[in-house]
């Protein structure tokens, strides 16, 4: 299933990575918030599962410069431009890269054997077929006081039905697919609608969230 689904994200960004960072900005709102949110502390770990082009690691290296960064990302072809983009701008002493699946993250991917500080998924989420295990691996990856980050796509509750539908089609072409069951179960564990609160944050629409637990708060969704 894995290497499937690698074989797929090459397919889907051998041209796109050359324009991705400029294309998504318009549309994968969150990641600043979530980045300037983090507050970092000198000599704190954090991994993002799904990184990309590594825009956000270069910008987390940037505001946290006491901080390591690491990043996985399941396509060879990203990670390609990822490793390009980070020497550019002169990180590659701080952030590691490394190709391999989610749902099999652990710090040996990285030739690391201390646990991570903090674990980051930014609009990763809706593209991981196996994401309760994305997740879960997340978890278990953590020291015992670390966090989960994740930015992505909310349910589109609040928006007109004829867009939601559009948007939620046109997802689809980049094998998109809001995990609606995340906000969702959020929701339930804090205790109704929770359209704002120190770990959860949603965006007008419904159109994406913001949400930021420890690891008991993973366990505790039940999804």
Same mark, same amino acid.
């Given at each position: 299933?894995?290497? %499937? *689904?690698?074989?797929?994200?090459?397919?889907? $960004?051998? $041209? /796109?990575?050359?324009?991705?960072?400029? %294309? #998504?900005?318009?549309?994968?709102?969150?990641?600043?918030?979530?980045?300037?949110?983090?507050?970092?502390?000198?000599?704190?770990r954090l991994v993002e599962i799904g990184c990309g082009t590594a825009r956000n690691l270069i910008r987390m290296a940037e505001l946290y410069p006491g901080a390591e960064f690491f990043g996985l990302d399941?396509?060879?072809?990203?990670?390609? %431009?990822?490793? #390009?983009?980070?020497?550019?701008?002169?990180?590659?002493?701080?952030? /590691?890269?490394?190709?391999? $699946?989610?749902? #099999?993250?652990?710090?040996?991917?990285?030739? /690391?054997?201390?646990?991570? @500080?903090?674990?980051?998924?930014?609009?990763?989420?809706?593209?991981?077929?196996?994401?309760?295990?994305?997740?879960?691996?997340? /978890? *278990?990856?953590?020291?015992?006081?670390?966090?989960? *980050?994740?930015? @992505?796509?909310? @349910?589109?509750?609040?928006?007109?039905?004829?867009?939601?539908?559009?948007?939620?089609?046109?997802?689809?072409?980049?094998?998109?697919? !809001? #995990?609606?069951?995340?906000?969702?179960?959020?929701?339930?564990?804090? =205790?109704?609608?929770?359209?704002?609160?120190?770990?959860?944050?949603?965006? !007008? =629409?419904?159109?994406?969230?913001?949400?930021?637990?420890?690891?008991?708060?993973?366990?505790?969704?039940?999804?």
């Amino acid at each position: 299933m894995g290497e %499937t *689904h690698a074989a797929l994200m090459d397919d889907v $960004y051998r $041209y /796109q990575r050359h324009v991705y960072d400029f %294309t #998504r900005k318009y549309y994968l709102l969150g990641r600043d918030r979530l980045i300037e949110e983090l507050a970092l502390r000198p000599g704190e770990r954090l991994v993002e599962i799904g990184c990309g082009t590594a825009r956000n690691l270069i910008r987390m290296a940037e505001l946290y410069p006491g901080a390591e960064f690491f990043g996985l990302d399941a396509s060879a072809q990203m990670l390609e %431009t990822a490793a #390009r983009i980070v020497a550019k701008a002169g990180f590659s002493h701080r952030i /590691q890269l490394a190709q391999g $699946y989610a749902e #099999r993250l652990e710090p040996g991917l990285f030739s /690391q054997d201390r646990p991570f @500080d903090r674990a980051v998924f930014s609009y990763s989420l809706s593209m991981i077929p196996q994401w309760r295990q994305a997740l879960s691996a997340a /978890q *278990h990856a953590l020291c015992e006081n670390g966090r989960v *980050h994740v930015v @992505d796509f909310g @349910d589109f509750a609040g928006l007109a039905w004829p867009l939601a539908g559009l948007l939620r089609a046109w997802l689809r072409l980049f094998h998109v697919e !809001p #995990r609606i069951e995340i906000l969702q179960g959020i929701e339930v564990r804090v =205790g109704g609608i929770a359209l704002e609160n120190k770990d959860l944050g949603v965006f !007008p =629409g419904r159109y994406a969230f913001v949400w930021n637990c420890d690891r008991k708060g993973i366990a505790s969704l039940s999804l």
